[in-house]
């Protein structure tokens, strides 16, 4: 039987969104200050905001499957405003349902990550070089989308598809609003998504 | 300087919502965990009509919930639009069984949380959903192409008190979801709405307006967050300022000799009756002159933008049919007839 379809060790769920509730926390003011130099600086507080309402749900659910905690972070996001708690919530909600299993196999992730990059590309109307999420995702899906794709492999194409984002200039998202002031600044969507996969390759190990 | 009234700026939409609740108690309850405001008493057999959107835009949407108009309100904070879960859980709330109408105005946040809690509502509770965007605010209207997709579109305002004063009264004579659909996207498609400022509005707590006016300038084309208008022209008299949001309407909207409009000429938070009625008196004699009626007015602050000094001005072609559902009973806590 093929790795990628093998189930990821027990916990991962677990570990996947607590792992992200820490590191989010974190992160949050490097995000949010990414977000002030170009767009409208509430995405940290978003971030704080949405971990904020997942630890709630995971307090008032008792997740035990991947997929209930998945839910969780789903259900974190659309429970906060913006346009960022939507598009995450949505992308969440379809990693939460690409797998009935205790635990998801790889190949179930990759499909779960590419409906979730159709959702986004759904709500958002954005594409690959418009300096949000997608840049990020997009090579993301690709890499695990492969036959022999890993999630190291989707985490290290997203870390790329982040970085990327310094040369553009926004045309979607918070950032298309300050134009030519967003060349130079990673797009902290992008960003955000990059760690989300990063996370998921740690958790998984 | 400005001060506003508040205990902490951050409670001060709950607050508020607690005490709409309290003051009305026949009419609307506050649903706190869920963060919306419904009917006292839910409506039976009839199709749900829930809207929302930031707040600051009091009484809109909550005072406009009760007989005749929505049946449930879902307010975000101050200028934010409310959470998918909340608009998700309002639809659940609204749906009696005939499915829910979402009033939407259109900006990209209150789009965007609405779309995903129809799309909850359809997969996870099987509740059909229809959608009314109102986008009436002629001063965002750029002429862009109807069917691109990128294009943000105008504004939705006061026109959002039409649709759904319209289709409340409609879904009370049991209208269905589709038919509903239909009639707010045919009003919202006829009327058109142009503001003025004399004063932006102040953030609760905060101490300087979102801009700041000289003496001799008004905001033309103003929005109702605080954003900037159009242009700025110059301060004059209330008839001068008024035919400066009615020519533009006429120009647009381009009503017929001897048809007539429903007008509503509304304060956006700090404009007071007597300024009102006199701008209304200038609408009537901008109509008149070009040979139009207007019909039915509706003057008061019902779109506010905190404490906003302005006017806007809404126009509605109507015909018999709209005109007997806009007089039709209703009975909420901003509107009642």
């Not at chain 1, 997942?54 to 969780?72: I, R």
């Not at chain 2, 009102?276 to 070009?290: D, K, P, Q």
Request: hydrophobic residues 45%.
């Amino acid at each position: 039987m093929n790795a990628r379809d093998t189930a990821l060790d027990a916990g991962f769920g677990e570990r996947w969104t607590r792992a992200m509730t820490t590191a989010f926390a974190t992160e949050a003011d490097r995000l949010g200050e990414l977000d002030r130099l170009a767009g409208d600086g509430d995405f940290g507080r978003n971030l704080t905001s949405a971990f904020g309402r997942v630890q709630q749900e995971v307090d008032a659910a008792g997740p035990t499957t991947y997929a209930a905690w998945l839910t969780c972070v789903s259900r974190g996001f659309l429970g906060t405003g913006g346009t960022s708690g939507p598009l995450f919530g949505m992308f969440f909600r379809e990693l939460a349902r690409c797998s009935t299993g205790d635990e998801p196999t790889v190949a179930e992730l990759g499909r779960g990550l590419s409906a979730g990059l159709a959702t986004v590309q759904r709500y958002g109307k954005a594409q690959v070089g418009h300096k949000t999420m997608v840049d990020a995702l997009a090579p993301a899906v690709d890499a695990l989308g492969a036959t022999d794709g890993t999630l190291r492999g989707a985490a290290e194409a997203a870390d790329e598809g982040a970085r990327s984002t310094a040369d553009i200039i926004a045309k979607r998202g918070r950032a298309s609003y300050v134009g030519e002031a967003s060349r130079g600044v990673l797009d902290p969507g992008a960003v955000a998504m990059a760690m989300v996969l990063a996370l998921a390759a740690d958790s998984a190990s | 300087m400005r001060r506003s009234l508040v205990n902490d700026p951050d409670d001060l939409v709950v607050e508020a919502l607690e005490g709409l609740a309290l003051a009305h108690p026949t009419l609307v309850r506050h649903d706190a965990e869920h963060g919306f405001v419904a009917r006292a008493t839910p409506a039976r057999d009839k199709v749900g009509l829930v809207s929302g959107g930031g707040s600051g835009h009091e009484p809109l949407h909550a005072g406009f919930v009760g007989h005749g108009m929505l049946d449930v309100a879902v307010p975000g904070a101050v200028f934010a639009s409310p959470t998918a879960l909340q608009l998700y859980d309002a639809t659940r709330a609204a749906d009696a069984g005939r499915g829910v109408l979402h009033i939407v105005k259109n900006y990209t946040g209150d789009v965007i949380n609405f779309t995903v809690a129809r799309e909850l509502a359809d997969e996870d509770d099987d509740i059909a959903t229809e959608v009314v965007l109102v986008d009436d605010d002629l001063a965002t209207d750029l002429g862009e192409e109807p069917d691109d997709p990128d294009a943000p579109g105008r504004r939705g305002t006061a026109a959002v008190v039409a649709v759904e004063k319209i289709c409340g009264a409609a879904a009370e004579e049991g209208a269905d979801l589709g038919s509903l659909a239909e009639l707010g996207r045919s009003v919202a498609a006829r009327a058109r709405s142009m503001a003025f400022a004399i004063e932006a509005g102040t953030h609760p707590g905060s101490s300087r307006p979102a801009f700041d006016l000289d003496a001799d300038e008004v905001e033309l084309g103003v929005g109702i967050h605080g954003e900037r208008g159009r242009s700025r022209v110059p301060f004059g008299p209330t008839d001068e300022l008024v035919a400066r949001l009615v020519d533009p309407l006429v120009e647009a909207l381009r009503p017929a000799r001897g048809s007539g409009v429903i007008a509503i000429v509304n304060g956006l938070g700090s404009t007071y009756p007597l300024e009102l009625y006199a701008a209304a008196r200038a609408v009537h004699g901008g109509m008149t002159a070009r040979g139009v009626r207007v019909d039915r007015f509706l003057v008061g602050s019902l779109v506010t933008s905190l404490d906003m000094h302005g006017v806007s001005v809404t126009l509605l072609p109507v015909d018999d049919e709209l005109l007997r559902l806009w007089d039709a009973p209703v009975r909420t806590p901003a509107l009642t007839w």
